[in-house]
């Protein structure tokens, strides 16, 4: 689902074969999606933490990580009505593809994110406040969301080009 490309139709939406520009933005897509959602996430993590400090009776009940977590949930956004208008305006295809990838891969992003932080959590050392920087188990989780993401990727890119190869298979034998 990913990695096929645009709907049906999203094509003659932009005017161009778009998904010629998705794969040729593919890095710029996935640097925006990976980054932008965890730049957002602890952004939004690191405020609530902020605030939840400043109010007594709150700084016992969440951790930090309770409140990462949450930002990783929140942080994926959803474009449609910036690519409505990106379509009105009839606004460059590198940028349409590049917003539309965003907006596809950062919902997975988020997911196995706030997978990352939930296995961070799980494995280390807390005491009453929360949890200890523990760098090996930092690193498990980094190498947890990497490894989940992209395997992900492949598996979506690998069952999409199948579909696409019995949809052209099953086509061609029904025109003729």
Same mark, same amino acid.
């Given at each position: ?7 049906? =139709?999203?094509?003659?939406? +932009? ?11 593919? =890095?710029?897509?996935?640097?925006? %999606? *990976? ?36 930002? %990783? ?7 449609? #009505?910036?690519?409505? *208008?990106?379509?009105?305006?009839? +606004? ?7 917003? /539309? =990838?965003?907006? +596809? ?17 799980? $494995? %280390?050392?807390?005491? @009453? ?6 760098? =090996? ?8 969301? +990497? #490894? @989940? /993401? /992209? ?10 080009? @199948? #579909? %696409?190869?019995?949809?052209? $298979? ?7």
């Amino acid at each position: 689902m990913i990695v096929v490309g645009y709907p049906r =139709g999203q094509s003659s939406i +932009v005017g161009m074969r778009s998904e010629k520009y998705f794969f040729k933005n593919l =890095g710029a897509i996935l640097t925006f %999606a *990976i980054l932008g959602t965890a730049i957002s996430a602890f952004v939004v993590g690191i405020s609530l933490y902020g605030c939840v400090q400043l109010i007594p009776h709150l700084s016992k009940s969440f951790t930090f990580l309770d409140l990462l977590f949450f930002g %990783a949930l929140i942080s994926p956004t959803d474009p449609v #009505t910036i690519l409505a *208008i990106f379509n009105d305006l009839r +606004v460059d295809v590198n940028l349409y593809s590049m917003v /539309f =990838g965003d907006s +596809v891969l950062n919902d997975a992003v988020a997911l196995v994110l706030s997978g990352s932080i939930q296995d961070y959590q799980k $494995h %280390a050392r807390s005491d @009453i406040n929360g949890a200890h920087l523990d760098i =090996g188990t930092l690193l498990m989780a980094v190498r947890n969301f +990497v #490894t @989940i /993401f /992209f395997m992900s990727l492949t598996t979506g890119a690998l069952l999409g080009c @199948i #579909t %696409a190869l019995i949809s052209f $298979h099953n086509y061609d034998s029904s025109v003729r």
